[in-house]
T-cell receptor, first 115, second 117 residues
Framework: KAGVTQTPRYLIKTRGQQVTLSCSPISGHRSVSWYQQTPGQGLQFLFEYFSETQRNKGNFPGRFSGRQFSNSRSEMNVSTLELGDSALYLC??????????????FGEGSRLTVL | AQSVAQPEDQVNVAEGNPLTVKCTYSVSGNPYLFWYVQYPNRGLQFLLKYITGDNLVKGSYGFEAEFNKSQTSFHLKKPSALVSDSALYFCAVRPSISSGSARQLTFGSGTQLTVLP
């Protein structure tokens, strides 16, 4: 079974630009979550999507947004990029049938560098 | 709100020796606890989880973890460390009480494990 696939793996942007990151979950997994990882703040929850609906959102500004498609694939978008947005963005999927006991399966991440 | 503490930023151990990576948590109600490992420039890999039942949980690659409710701890252990175990380890918690944040995990700050040959 293929794992969680994130694209692109690496990207470089300049301040003020916007970026879109993509995530394909494991087949059969309908929940997709996004996390930001930085050396200073560690792993922080961004948002979770299930059935094309945002179920929960972390403490991030409105510049961070996301969506989920009917095939469970998800995208996140960051507009008006700031230097502090440089991070590894991790997508995770989970099997909803396991409820809250299920573990998250993470992709390799998209490393964003903002210059 | 829930929280996780990993008191050691760095743990060094000699190959063949037992290793322990410490984790304590704070959560309302019963906790669901997880350990993940991250290798350089990679995502997080699931190692094991505690949901209920036996306090000693066995996971991937020979790792195990002991849940201690009175000490609110969930330390990761391995009887004999390998050089290839060197990586960043994260403890995470999720409350068992179902809510809108049902699948969100709260992570600790991570512990860098170095196994010396």
């Amino acid at each position: 079974k293929a794992g969680v696939t994130q694209t692109p793996r690496y990207l470089i942007k300049t301040r003020g630009q916007q970026v879109t990151l993509s995530c394909s979950p494991i087949s059969g997994h309908r929940s997709v979550s996004w996390y930001q990882q930085t050396p200073g703040q560690g792993l922080q929850f961004l948002f979770e999507y299930f059935s094309e609906t945002q179920r929960n959102k972390g403490n991030f500004p409105g510049r961070f947004s996301g969506r989920q498609f009917s095939n469970s694939r998800s995208e996140m978008n960051v507009s008006t990029l700031e230097l502090g947005d440089s991070a590894l963005y991790l997508c995770a999927s989970s099997f909803v049938g396991q409820g809250v006991t299920g573990e998250l399966f993470f992709g390799e991440g998209s490393r964003l560098t903002v210059l | 709100a829930q929280s996780v503490a990993q008191p050691e930023d760095q743990v060094n151990v000699a190959e063949g020796n037992p290793l322990t990576v410490k984790c304590t948590y704070s959560v309302s109600g019963n906790p669901y606890l997880f350990w993940y490992v991250q290798y350089p420039n990679r995502g997080l890999q699931f190692l094991l989880k505690y949901i209920t039942g036996d306090n000693l949980v066995k996971g991937s690659y020979g790792f195990e973890a002991e849940f201690n409710k009175s000490q609110t701890s969930f330390h990761l252990k391995k009887p004999s460390a390998l050089v290839s175990d060197s990586a960043l380890y994260f403890c995470a918690v999720r409350p068992s009480i179902s809510s809108g944040s049902a699948r969100q995990l709260t992570f600790g700050s991570g512990t860098q494990l170095t196994v010396l040959p």
